[in-house]
């Protein structure tokens, strides 16, 4: 299985990004991937997931602002992010969910490469 995370950059406050996710090697119409972000010092922490009974969960530190959805002729998920704040900066991450609890790190089996985001003030 692999992931492919892009669509990262730099972005000032208040300005949006849309990160992608395109999945291989797994039936994409029944996965749940799921974004991470880490700030330098930081633990990864959840951001959202879509889940393929369409389902999606957010944290509530971007809930309002960020958007995830899916493209299943595409295998790929997106990560809509508006109104970004500085503190949005980190590297983002998506992952296929494998079992356990969708807002922990520790209930995803893949990973893609990470895609960094940087928001100025």
């Known amino acids: 299985v692999q992931l492919q995370a892009s669509g990262g950059g730099l972005v000032q406050a208040g300005g949006s990004l849309t990160l992608s996710c395109t999945v291989s090697?797994?039936?994409?119409?029944?996965?749940?991937v799921g974004w991470f972000r880490q700030a330098p010092g930081k633990e990864r922490e959840f951001v959202a997931a879509?889940?393929?009974?369409?389902?999606?969960y957010y944290a509530d530190s971007v809930k309002g602002r960020f958007t995830i959805s899916r493209d299943n002729a595409k295998n790929t998920v997106y990560l809509q992010m508006k109104s970004l704040k500085p503190e949005d900066t980190a590297v983002y991450y998506c992952?296929?969910?494998?079992?356990?609890?969708?807002?922990?790190?520790?209930?995803?089996?893949?990973w893609g490469q990470g895609t960094q985001v940087t928001v100025s003030s």
């Open positions: 992952a296929t969910y494998w079992r356990g609890n969708v807002y922990l790190s520790t209930s995803y089996d893949y």
């Open positions: 879509d889940s393929w009974t369409t389902t999606t």
């Open positions: 090697g797994r039936s994409f119409s029944t996965l749940t």
